[in-house]
């Protein structure tokens, strides 16, 4: 899903137990955030300047809702984020050789990084860097999102032909 908690003030005992969510953010500092995790994605993103930390549970769900998009989303809405300054420390986690996972994301980094030129991703104004995934889920676009491809570079007609094949073909999910 994609469940986000804000923390933004200090309980007195500073401890809550038992909470359910998908996300957590929070500027408290010094304030411990834990996560359960089997075979979903654990991701930390951290914001130096604002100094504002998130911790992200990621399964199938949340990446079919797009959970990544909505906690930059939160961060840059609450606490004045620029997502060009987020870090992220992304955990390892059940991929396509072992279960029926898989993401339009990591499909298009793995097609744009056979090519030379610069490929973007463009979404109302907004840019990423198509061989990023990191930029590719803060894009925010889930399933049915309008976005426009663009290229550059020698091989960049190849590129986007390559692109075009792929979104046609729905990512090969069909």
């Known amino acids: 899903g994609r469940h986000t908690l804000i923390l933004d003030q200090v309980t007195p005992d500073r401890t809550m137990k038992n909470i359910e969510a998908d996300a957590f953010i929070t500027i408290i500092p010094n304030l411990a955030l834990m996560i359960k995790l089997a075979d979903c994605q654990g991701t930390i993103l951290f914001d130096p300047k604002q100094k504002v930390l998130a911790v992200v549970h990621c399964g199938w769900r949340g990446h079919v809702k797009d959970i990544y998009g909505h906690v930059v989303e939160k961060m840059t809405k609450n606490f ?6 987020i870090h992220a420390a992304i955990s390892p986690s059940l991929g396509p050789c072992c279960a029926e996972f898989k993401t339009y994301a990591a499909k298009i980094v793995q097609t744009s990084s056979q090519f030379q030129s610069s ?23 889930p399933q049915g999102t309008r976005i426009e491809l663009r290229a550059e570079g020698k091989d960049a007609g190849e590129a986007l032909a390559a692109l075009a094949v792929l979104f046609d073909n729905k990512f090969g999910e069909e």
């Open 80 to 85: 004045d984020c620029n997502p060009a300054d």
């Open 119 to 141: 490929i973007r991703l463009v979404k109302n104004g907004r840019e990423a860097d198509a061989k990023s995934m990191l930029d590719i889920l803060t894009l925010s676009c």
